[in-house]
């Protein structure tokens, strides 16, 4: 199932993409495009609940745009396909759980790449940075999405200085889950998967849904939103057999039984 430069594996429920492209797991237009197809997959897949998505071995998580294309003359905007910058950022309709497992440095659109995943796990020697400052160019999507994830004078010290983050501030910050050594890394996303993937689909769908699509609106609207069944997930898990199955599984002292359905 793998597709170059990607290590594509399914276990049961959860799929692993594995980011490969010597020497640091840089993201071309042609790579993203690649990427966006695999996480469109997950995405139309329903036996697949979870994803993760990492870098072979320990230096890179990512090293984000590839600059050798830059060079040679490849525009910040081009074509990265039908999810946008490393098949996540923008990929319509994605109502999975989505985990991080960054095993090195997260460094411009590798952070971003990070970012885009509903939970980050970090390795201890990671790092993060964007760079971008010292390229003469916009970290668009991490400009759009730190200021509301940290405190936001730190926010702009990394976009407007470049520096290095490392994961244990990152931590302090909130941006990362947790943090584990390098070994254990890729096991504890496995571990944190499989828990997920026993979970309730709809409802994680619905969850990913109202979070991404009130993200603009007040308060108000989006719960009056969510009482008018507006958003589709809602008025699925609202009108399933596992909104049922819950309630009954709570009142019968038992361990519910989701069918995504």
Not at 40 to 53: G, K, M, P
Not at 114 to 141: C, N, Q, V, W, Y
Not at 180 to 187: E, G, I, Q
């Amino acid at each position: 199932m793998s597709e170059a430069p990607l290590h594509i594996t399914r276990n049961g429920p959860v799929l692993e993409v594995v980011l490969d492209v010597p020497k640091a797991n840089a993201i071309s237009a042609a790579t993203s495009r690649i990427m966006g197809r695999a996480f469109a997959s997950f995405r139309d897949d329903s036996e697949l609940r979870v994803a993760i998505i990492t870098g072979v071995g320990e230096r890179f998580f990512s090293a984000g745009w590839d600059l050798k294309g830059a060079a040679a003359g490849e525009p910040p905007d081009a074509d990265y396909g039908i999810g946008g910058f490393a098949g996540l950022q923008q990929l319509p309709g994605l109502n999975k759980p989505v985990i991080a497992a960054v095993n090195g440095m997260a460094v411009g659109g590798g952070f971003e790449l990070a970012l885009s995943a509903d939970m980050i796990l970090a390795a201890a020697h990671a790092r993060f940075s964007l760079p971008e400052i010292k390229a003469g160019t916009l970290a668009d999507a991490a400009t759009l999405k730190l200021p509301r994830r940290m405190p936001f004078h730190i926010a702009m010290e990394l976009l407007l200085t470049g520096r290095w983050m490392d994961a244990q501030e990152a931590a302090r910050w909130g941006l990362v889950n947790e943090i584990v050594s390098a070994p254990d890394l890729l096991p504890r996303a496995r571990e944190l998967a499989r828990m997920l993937a026993d979970g309730p689909p709809l409802v994680f769908a619905a969850i990913k849904e109202v979070v991404r699509e009130s993200e603009t609106l007040s308060f108000h609207d989006a719960i009056a939103r969510i009482m008018r069944r507006d958003f589709p997930t809602v008025a699925t898990l609202y009108a399933s057999e596992d909104q049922m199955e819950g309630a009954r599984a709570f009142a019968e002292k038992r361990e519910p039984v989701w069918r995504g359905q």
